[in-house]
């Protein structure tokens, strides 16, 4: 089962996509949380801190492991049965690999982007493992400023649609609210 959860800023969809693994958590599953955010400054580590705390105050035992860039590779590296694992966040992850972009300028770096979003989308059917992915819905609001601010909402939309595409459930969070949007 794959299970996309997206969902603005502060929606509540991190906590929900956490809801949805205490079940499993229950029935004894390993747990694996993939956490892609890095805190390039201090109110990123504030979010990172944040979000620790929720999981270290949840039912559910994590096991934490730091993915910026290799998401992919990390989920097959895990993947076993009766294993959950739980992605936090997509639009982090593209966000890192942009952010490399711009401050390598090498040549090739888009290519490792759309390399790795094919090795994701590639792997995700493949995984024996549960998986709930979360990310960030950007598409609902105006065509960002600058040229980068451009690319990630362009990019972020393509990706969303994509992972949907291969999932077997997608559920928008809005306000807290979870509205299923694929069954």
């Known amino acids: 089962m794959i299970h996309l959860v997206l969902g603005g800023a502060r929606s509540g969809k991190s906590r929900y996509g956490e809801s949805l ?53 990390t989920l097959v590296k895990y993947d076993s049965p009766n294993t959950l694992l739980f992605v936090d966040c997509l639009t982090l992850y593209l966000t890192n690999h942009l952010v490399a972009s711009e401050e390598t300028h090498r040549d090739g770096v888009d290519d490792l982007w759309q390399q790795q979003k094919q090795a994701l989308l590639a792997c995700l059917p493949t ?9 960030n819905e950007v598409g609902s609001g105006i065509v960002p400023l600058g040229e980068l601010s451009r690319r990630f909402a362009d990019e972020a939309g393509w990706l969303n649609q994509d992972v949907a595409k291969i999932a077997d459930k997608v559920t928008l969070v809005v306000a807290g609210l979870p509205v299923e949007l694929k069954r």
């Not at 995984?127 to 990310?135: D, F, G």
Request: glycine share 2%; charged share 25%; hydrophobic share 45%.
């Open 127 to 135: 995984l024996e493992a549960q998986v709930i992915l979360v990310s």
């Open 21 to 73: 693994a205490e079940p499993f958590a229950l029935q004894g599953h390993r747990c694996v949380y993939i956490a892609t955010a890095t805190a390039l400054d201090d109110e990123m580590e504030q979010r990172i801190l944040r979000h620790k705390q929720d999981r270290d105050d949840s039912n559910i035992d994590w096991e934490l492991i730091e993915t910026p860039l290799a998401v992919a590779h």
